[in-house]
């Protein structure tokens, strides 16, 4: 019988449930309009998590006031703050310095090569696949790449390997997950803490902005492509690879001009994007094989199963949600 089956709710989350509140959060809207939105946020960790007892709504929304959501609409740098704690708790629970990629991955129709993710695992694969696919769709050789949104340094290590590139930083909001950077990718990469809205750059630093699923978690999309115009230098161009609410892309495109980018490339890859999540659970399976069955174990089963094979999923097969990948220049 599973957790949920009858046990008396908890009144305190541990931290994976936490993860599944800040889920609910950022990704989940159907809650803002509610009344009483911790009912929903508790049913949402529990379904989740049946191998523990459901959690109070109490309990839910005592958590979330600590990281200063009260369950209505928040503005966006509330939002941007859950994203924060979401992704520094990720290293927490989730600490193996194989993983290194947090996308969703993009795998071509028919393809079945390896890609340049983790040897030991090959759950990197697509993950890489879809920084190829976006770094090559610019070119790189001679030029000064800033990853905006680099999480655990995969995709800023594999930029950084691309031929003839002359220099990559990486850039991400969340200090655990900077450090984690800093110390799997040692050498040459440099990765600093800051906010996409206010970057420690001087004007024109940077011939190419990489930035492969973080424009959602933006505080404010507008300051923050404002930020990527000033940074680049004039003819360099932003590479961005999201998901974006499948009725509302145009209006990306128009936070991009409202910069000063001009967009010369759009392209839904929604399809690339399934194809990859399709194969998560079976190569989850095989990098399972074998191994004891720990707590820990069975953690990485539900966050690549569940969280991402799951949830992230379900955004793009349910049709909300479109993956694009954008390609817009600074003229001047």
Known sequence: MSGSDGARPVTALDAEQTLHL???????????????????????????????????????????????????????????????????LMVRLHPAEWLTFMN????????????????????????ARLYELVARQSGLAGTDVLDLGSGRGG??????????????????????????????????LRFVCADAALLP?????????????????????????AEVRRVLRPGGRLVLADEWPAGRVADLTALLAQAGLRVTDL??????????????????????AGRSDSAHTRAYERFFRDRIGGDSAGLY???RYAYVRVTAVRDR
């Open 22 to 88: 800040l889920d609910h959060l950022t990704w989940c809207h159907d809650h803002q309009d509610a009344s009483d939105p911790w009912p929903a946020a508790a049913r949402h960790i529990s379904e989740r998590l049946t191998d523990r007892p459901p959690p109070a709504p109490d309990a839910c929304r005592t958590a979330a006031e600590r990281f200063g959501a009260t369950g209505t609409a928040t503005g966006d740098r509330d939002t941007a703050a859950l994203y924060r704690a979401k992704y520094d």
């Open 104 to 127: 969703m991955g993009y795998t071509d129709e028919g393809e079945r090569r390896v890609g340049a993710g983790d040897p030991a695992t090959g759950l990197g694969s697509a993950p």
């Open 155 to 188: 995709g800023t290590a594999l930029l950084a390997r691309e031929p003839g590139v002359r220099s990559v930083v990486g850039v991400d909001f969340s200090h655990a997950g900077v450090a984690f950077s800093r110390r799997v990718h040692p050498g040459r």
């Open 201 to 225: 750059f001087p004007d024109g630093s940077f011939d190419r902005v990489v930035s492969v699923e973080s424009a959602h978690c933006f505080a404010g999309p507008a300051r923050c492509f």
């Open 267 to 288: 392209a839904d890859i929604t399809a690339g994007v399934l194809r990859s999540l399709d194969r998560l659970p079976s190569e989850v399976a095989r990098w399972l």
């Open 317 to 319: 097969r349910s049709g």
